[in-house]
């Protein structure tokens, strides 16, 4: 990584609840809500988006850790922006802070690594591991 990943790079995107985004299994007498997987999910895209940039060609991101809270339910159709920031970079390794903020409160906060990759190399990888080299 020949790149600069500066200390401070935040991406924030807003992102309307879709039905597919939310939980469906507390039945008819609930309103369908923002399921934690796709939250998370959406946290991690932000993460990677926000250091993509600054990659060399052929590099990429792919999540290691999540340490994340849902700390509140966020009703199907309504918005929520999902906010990452770097706070840490060591060799490939980098940590963000994540959050994720509906139209009345923070709904989501953690951290999030990543490592940056050489895609190749991760493709052979994979390859090798299940015996296609």
Do not use: W
Not at 6 to 29: A, H, M, P, Q, Y
């Amino acid at each position: 990584m020949d790149g600069v990943i500066n200390l401070g790079t935040t991406l924030e995107r807003k992102l309307i609840v879709r039905k597919e985004d939310c939980i469906s299994f507390l039945g008819g007498g609930v309103k369908p809500s923002l399921a934690s997987p796709r939250m998370i999910g959406h946290m991690e895209y932000a993460a990677r988006d926000a250091v993509l940039a600054h990659l060399d060609e052929g590099q990429d991101t792919v999540g290691t850790r999540v340490d994340v809270k849902h700390l509140g339910a966020t009703p199907l159709g309504d918005e929520v922006t999902y906010k990452a920031t770097v706070t840490a970079v060591e060799g490939n390794k980098v940590t963000f802070d994540v959050e994720a903020v509906d139209s009345r409160e923070i709904v989501g906060s953690g951290t999030h690594e990543r490592y940056v990759i050489d895609v190749e190399r991760f493709a052979r990888g994979l390859r090798k591991k299940f015996g296609q080299e």
